[in-house]
């Protein structure tokens, strides 16, 4: 089955710098991928996706790079602000129904 | 996007206790999931239930929980005979082709 994990389990960045959320996948056939952030109490909020027929995918102030030479997944914010403080996970769709999720990077945006 | 909404937000049981968590989804999708999110771990799928039937069931998903959808409108997980280690945060979703939006989920502490 697929697993997933992610190299940091905390982020500390100064508010305005870019940050860089890191994903590993283990499946090579995985096709999809969604970046979610979670804030406290709250459920999974969906960010950005990208299908494996790509390997950058931009929206507002994120940015999701896909490598699948070495099943590799990130998530860059741009400028960040207060109120990107939450958790960041990222989930992994590898043909079955359910999304295998990370176990998440807390990102704390220090003023 | 519309949200889903879950009741209660926080249940407290008693170990042996049967429990039922509630799902509203807002729009009438086919595809239904229950995840949970045991306190500082990873979101882990459940059970995804498509057509009122399941459609795929994890290892967690053993004969003490059942899911319905008894009024074509609620969508609800019980769990038969509540374990200390049941207690978690349950997030119901449902899934558009690709993504899935979650609800805000409910706290379940089993004391």
């Known amino acids: 089955g697929e697993s997933v994990g992610l190299h940091l389990p905390t982020l500390s960045v100064q508010e305005g710098d870019n940050s860089i959320i890191n994903c590993a996948y283990s499946?090579?056939?995985?096709?999809?991928f969604i970046w979610y952030k979670q804030e406290s109490g709250k459920g999974p909020q969906f960010i950005i996706d990208?299908?494996?027929?790509?390997d950058k995918r931009q929206g507002q102030r994120v940015t999701v790079l896909l490598n699948k030479t070495v099943k590799h997944l990130s998530l860059q914010i741009a400028a960040t602000q207060p109120g990107d403080s939450a958790v960041y996970f990222c989930?992994?769709?590898?043909?079955?129904?359910?999304?295998?999720f990370g176990k998440g990077t807390h990102l704390i945006i220090q003023p | 996007e519309p949200e889903v909404t879950q009741t209660p937000s926080h249940q407290v049981t008693q170990m042996g206790q049967e429990v039922i968590l509630r799902c509203v989804p807002i729009?009438?999708?086919?595809?239904f999931y229950w995840y949970r999110q045991i306190l500082g771990q990873k979101v882990e799928f459940l059970v995804s239930f498509y057509n009122n039937e399941i459609s795929e069931k994890s290892e967690i998903f053993d004969d003490q929980f059942s899911v319905e959808r008894p009024d074509g409108s609620n969508f609800t997980l019980k769990i038969r005979s509540t374990k200390l280690e049941d207690s978690a945060m349950y997030f119901c979703a449902r899934r558009t082709n690709t993504e899935a939006f979650f609800g805000q989920g409910t706290r379940l502490t089993v004391v």
């Open positions: 990208i299908r494996s027929n790509m």
């Open positions: 499946n090579s056939a995985s096709d999809y």
């Open positions: 729009s009438n999708h086919l595809y």
């Open positions: 989930a992994v769709k590898g043909g079955a129904d359910g999304l295998t």
